[in-house]
């Protein structure tokens, strides 16, 4: 059966974004695939080198995993730092990581950019931490958001160097992958083009209703279009894009006639899509609050998880030793 992993940072608060980019996929391929999703909280020190309650936000992530529909007695659910061997792998895989090449990565790129007091070793190689992730699983597809299609292609990269360097048919190439479509980027409400969770710009999961009022009252719009079919400024045509994927279809076409004939209120749209998103999240806020709380749930699940992540993860770990020529005496 094939094989899909993928894994978040505990930064934060999950948004819209990576509900809609990510974790509605896992939701969705845990009953059709072997399915192992993770908490990547290895990755979350490259930005967060000193987190005030690094265990609080692990804990935080698996509720909201758990909440949004992972079964852990289906899908493997695990924190990334409880297993070793990846840790392992990825130490290896930096011996045939280059150095320009990694340099050359859009998001690394991007780090230099916000983070210049702290271009670490660790985000010049967070690509190949997250090969080591997927590898070890031998997972082939890796359901993401469109902005982390750049490190799956250096990891069917690393996949396929592996096979090359030592002559094998080890790995196999992994690909981002989104249930039924292609990979989603869901914009802020603030006219840019991700929603995130430094930009300040998102819903959250755990958003109370009068909250997710009040932010999408305040997203970015314009004076309104002023001529028929007129083409839709940034923030607008995000408000249009997250209402395609919360609201119903018929709510859509209302508003885009409307805005097509220079009609539209976009008062009246906006509280719509907020109601549409407070009906959408309301469950599954209350479900993460109730989980958060339970925390001998919460050990059974991550000690279940681990059992199996480390199975799957030492079997490859043994092999890739044996491939690169390392023997016991
Ligand atoms: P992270 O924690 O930044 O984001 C988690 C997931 O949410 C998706 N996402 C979005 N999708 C659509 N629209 C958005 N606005 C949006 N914002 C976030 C991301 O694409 C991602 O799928 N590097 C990964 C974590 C990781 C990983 C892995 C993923 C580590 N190892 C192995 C897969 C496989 C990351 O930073 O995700």
């Known amino acids: ?24 996929n896992f939701v969705k391929m845990q009953y059709e695939y072997k399915c192992y ?20 936000n692990v804990r935080t992530i698996l509720a909201e995993y758990l909440a ?18 990846i840790s392992e792998l990825y130490l290896l895989l930096n011996m045939n990581a280059y150095i320009g090449e990694l340099e050359r990565t859009t998001t690394f790129k991007e780090k230099i950019r916000t983070q210049p007091d702290n271009v670490n070793a660790g985000l010049l190689t967070y690509p190949v931490l997250q090969a080591a ?11 993401v958001g469109k902005d982390q299609k750049p490190h799956l292609e250096i990891t069917a990269k690393y996949a396929r160097r592996f096979n090359q360097l030592y002559k094998v048919d080890y790995f196999p190439e992994p690909e981002a992958f989104n249930f039924g479509e292609n990979l989603v980027k869901v914009p802020g409400l603030d006219g840019s083009a991700k929603m995130g969770k430094s930009a300040g710009n998102g819903i959250y999961l755990v958003d109370e209703p009068k909250v997710i009022r009040k932010k999408v009252m305040s997203a970015v ?28 279809q018929d709510t859509v076409a209302h508003f885009k006639e409307k805005y097509n004939s220079c009609e539209i209120r976009y008062g009246d749209m906006k509280k719509q899509l907020a109601e549409d998103i407070v009906t959408y999240l309301t469950p599954i806020r209350e479900k993460i609050n109730d989980i958060y709380k ?11 998880g681990s059992e199996k992540a480390r199975e799957s993860a030492s079997k490859t770990l043994r092999e890739v030793r044996e491939i690169i020529g390392f023997k016991p005496f």
């Open 1 to 24: 059966m094939e094989i899909v992993l993928s894994g978040i940072r505990p930064t934060g608060n999950l948004h819209l974004g990576n509900y809609f980019g990510a974790l509605q």
């Open 37 to 56: 999703f993770f908490i990547a909280d290895l990755h979350s020190l490259t930005t967060h080198p000193t987190p005030a309650d690094l265990h609080g």
């Open 68 to 85: 949004c529909g992972i079964d852990p007695d289906v899908a493997t659910i695990f924190v990334q730092s409880d297993i070793p061997e």
């Open 133 to 143: 992730d997927i590898l070890i699983h031998k997972a082939t597809k890796v359901p």
């Open 221 to 248: 719009t314009d004076t309104g279009p002023t001529e028929p079919n007129q083409q839709m400024t940034d923030g607008v045509k995000n408000l249009f894009t997250i209402m395609t994927i919360v609201s119903a």
């Open 294 to 304: 339970d925390n001998d749930y919460l050990r059974k699940v991550v000690n279940m």
